[in-house]
T-cell receptor, first 109, second 115 residues
């Protein structure tokens, strides 16, 4: 059974700083990973999708995948109070996603 | 374009009643997923559809839960004889194809409360 582990947080960073969110996974054969953002009371919103080793950048967001160490991370540059949310990491398994429990991020102005 | 839509947004029902939750995926998305998120918990996979077929029903918690999809589009999740532990947010997602290769987009969810 695949497992995805995330530190529940909360992770607190000052406005303008880099927020670093991490996720580890159990299946060495996993190929692709997703990062979602979920505001309180809302549904998850897709941020990034990564399937290759290395970095993938999209605006202020950078996803990093290290298959040898079985971790995937999300960096948020120039963090804003509006980035305060729960960030969910997901591993694909067959035709479904297996989600971690999420990390709460708080950006303080 | 339009995103995934779900109805109702909120549903309060008495224990023992049946409920139907509806999902309308993004046009052209062949894959449709149902997840459940209980208070303070992560997302739990329930069932997956490819077209009108459900190759993976492994996440359905009990035989009180069933789902169907018609016309390769709208899906309905039915919970019979609801129990208090069924209270959760039920989320639907859709994608162009296989989960590992295509992004899944979520609808706003249906908040189910069983009293």
């Amino acid at each position: 059974q695949k497992e995805v582990e995330q530190n529940s947080g909360p992770l607190s960073v000052p406005e303008g700083a880099i927020a670093s969110l991490n996720c580890t996974y159990s299946d060495r054969g996993s190929q692709s990973f997703f990062w979602y953002r979920q505001y309180s009371g809302k549904s998850p919103e897709l941020i990034m999708f990564i399937y290759s080793n290395g970095d993938k950048e999209d605006g202020r967001f950078t996803a990093q995948l290290n298959k040898a160490s079985q971790y995937v991370s999300l960096l948020i540059r120039d963090s804003q109070p509006s980035d305060s949310a729960t960030y969910l990491c997901a591993d694909s398994y067959g035709n479904k996603l297996v989600f971690g429990a999420g990390t709460i991020l708080r950006v303080k102005s | 374009g339009a995103g995934v839509s779900q109805s109702p947004s909120n549903k309060v029902t008495e224990k023992g009643k049946d409920v139907e939750l509806r999902c309308d995926p993004i046009s052209g998305h062949t894959a449709l997923y149902w997840y459940r998120q209980s208070l303070g918990q992560g997302l739990e996979f329930l069932i997956y559809f490819q077209g009108n077929s459900a190759p993976d029903k492994s996440g359905l918690p009990s035989d009180r839960f069933s789902a169907e999809r018609t016309g390769g589009s709208v899906s309905t999740l039915t919970i019979q004889r609801t129990q208090q532990e069924d209270s959760a947010v039920y989320l639907c997602a859709s994608s162009l194809g296989l989960a590992g290769y295509h992004e899944q987009y979520f609808g706003p969810g249906t908040r189910l409360t069983v009293t």
